[in-house]
């Protein structure tokens, strides 16, 4: 590394950011492909919310800092939002910069380099390179039902009785980044309890908690062992806003002490403007957003089609978030290979499963085109796929 010695070994061991390489990849095209990749959403937010922030630039309260923990008026905003759609009647909330920022304020809250931790397969990578860069290098990913994608309940029954020393969390989220799956309500709570009894923290990502298709409801669990995360990126669609929080039991002594510790090292609060922004979004309210949602049912019923190449009981997912995941045929097991391949060849960039460590697999996301741009990336992408399986990589 030159005069100025190594790195460190926890950054040097870290998974390389899988979007980073689909924009590297993007930028080698002459012509811009269509994206299928990133987990975004096709709205802004509500236009009333927008409007409100619009006012506030010359404010100099939203130039300052504000508390760690979030603006009082919002975190009060959540609590009602987290007692009347969630059912967590007996948590504290911390505003973070995006979910992702609280899944790393709660890594370093709850975990030493070298403990051990479980997962399930898929996971989410940025949660998978959280651990990493913090130095939790014992990952235990465990199986995800072979055809529901469910987590593996009696697996991670057997695991946390077995190792030794206990694994210090267990994460899952719900509904699933990258399955597309959601978590039953009954097998959440077993989860639960399975961590309870063996005395491990169950961190829950609920980045998509409004996106339930299909008549299908999403749940929560709440205990002092529990600790569940949101975002606004997704549902009112402030992906660049940067604003998540953290719901965690208001019985735990400490807790928020350990936590402002870290945020304000990191942070120190999310921007002020951004944390209006989510109080007026929150203004409109739960429907806004379950109406934007019903849109993207029709985008999945188009991917699905798509996928059809590859038979329909090798595509899994779409039950819930904006996600369907897709074996690739025997013999591509390298699924970045086939991903730059439908990138150049085709014009359509979709993310390989192995980021999540599932290899020989694709994510696809049907929440960031509208209809009309989705059917063409979807006419790409099947296009792609029945060449490949026809005549494979054909250059």
Known sequence: MGSFGMLSRRTLGTDMPVMAQIRSLMAELTNPPMSLAQGVVHWQPPQKALDKVKDLVWDPTVSNYGPDEGLPE??????????????????QVMVTAGANQAFVNLVITLCDAGDSVVMFEPYYFNSYMAFQMTGVTNIIVGPGQS?????DADWLERTLSESKPTPKVVTVVNPGNPSGTYVPESLLKRISQICKDAGCWLIVDNTYEYFMFDGLKHSCVEGDHIVNVFSFSKTYGM??????YIAYSNRLDGFAT?????QDNIPICAAIISQRLGLYALEEGSGW??????SLVKNRDILKEALEPLGKENVK???GAIYLWAKLPEGHRDDFKVVRWLA???GVVVIPGCASGGHGYLRVSFGGLQEVEMRAAAERLRKGLEELLHHGMVE
Not at 147 to 151: A, E, K, N, R, V
Not at 258 to 262: C, F, R, Y
Request: no cysteine.
């Open 74 to 91: 919002l975190r009060q905003a959540l609590l009602n939002k987290l007692r009347q759609e969630n059912k967590l009647t007996q948590s």
């Open 147 to 151: 055809d529901t994608l469910y987590p």
């Open 239 to 244: 992906m660049g806003w940067r604003l998540g």
């Open 258 to 262: 350990e936590l402002v510790k870290i």
């Open 289 to 294: 957003i379950t109406e934007r949602v019903k």
């Open 317 to 319: 997912g779409g039950e």
């Open 344 to 346: 150049h060849r085709h």
